[in-house]
Antibody, heavy 119, light 107 residues
């Protein structure tokens, strides 16, 4: 079955760190660009970070650049998001999403993992 | 690129037609997608390249528009269609932006 499964969310104090994981199955993970997208409570979707399909290019939204790091382990078919210096405004459900080859929409999403940043 | 969806909430009866609007502050060509999102579920791709239905999407879903104005039309609403809908531009890849969403509710 083609699917994405996020994990690693939870509660963390401001200034803390958390690492999210996204396990992929059913497709050739290394061929596809992948992204993290988040949804804060009561808000719309916000793209956070992306990883290119071929090669190792990474991209970040201005709101997280310098604090978050995206990476992947193709041997484990897993995408990661290391989140440091967390702020209250980072509270959100975090989704991983897959780009189909040659396209920049997202054709597969996970169900998300909730990150709560609060003291 | 700022994306603005309207209305925020749309109340429609089952069997009727719904038209959701998405406007870009600057041209995105046809680099636009629509997603359906239900609480607790993964978002689902409906339309990409402004008017191409994704695999497995029923024909009652259609997309139109180019440049700055786009519409998602659902021709005859089924009970399972009541959800949140988002547009997304990818013309400014990788700086994707989404609209704030339209909630489609049962009238």
């Amino acid at each position: 079955e083609v699917q994405l499964l996020e994990s690693g969310g939870g509660w963390v104090q401001p200034g803390g760190s958390l690492r999210l994981s996204c396990a992929a199955s059913g497709f050739t993970f290394s061929d596809n660009a992948m992204s993290w997208v988040r949804q804060a409570p009561g808000k719309g979707l916000e793209w956070v970070s992306g990883f290119s399909g071929y090669g190792d290019s990474t991209y970040y939204a201005d709101s997280v650049r310098g604090r978050f790091t995206i990476s992947r382990d193709s041997s484990k078919n897993t995408l990661y998001l290391q989140m440091n210096s967390l702020r209250a405004e980072d509270t959100a459900v975090y989704y991983c999403a897959k780009n189909p080859i040659g396209y920049w929409c997202f054709d597969l999403w996970g169900r998300g993992t909730l990150v709560t940043v609060s003291s | 690129i700022v994306m603005t969806q309207s209305p925020a909430t749309l109340s429609v009866s089952p069997g009727e037609r719904a038209a959701l609007s998405c406007r870009a502050r600057q041209s995105v060509g046809t680099n636009l997608a629509w997603y359906q999102h239900k609480p607790g579920q993964a978002p689902r791709l409906l339309i990409y390249d402004a008017s191409t239905r994704a695999t497995g999407i029923p024909a009652r879903f259609s997309g139109s528009g180019s440049g700055t104005d786009f519409t998602l039309t659902i021709s005859s609403l089924q009970s399972e269609d009541f959800a949140l809908y988002y547009c997304q531009q990818y013309n400014n890849w990788p700086m994707y932006t989404f609209g704030q969403g339209t909630k489609l509710e049962i009238k």
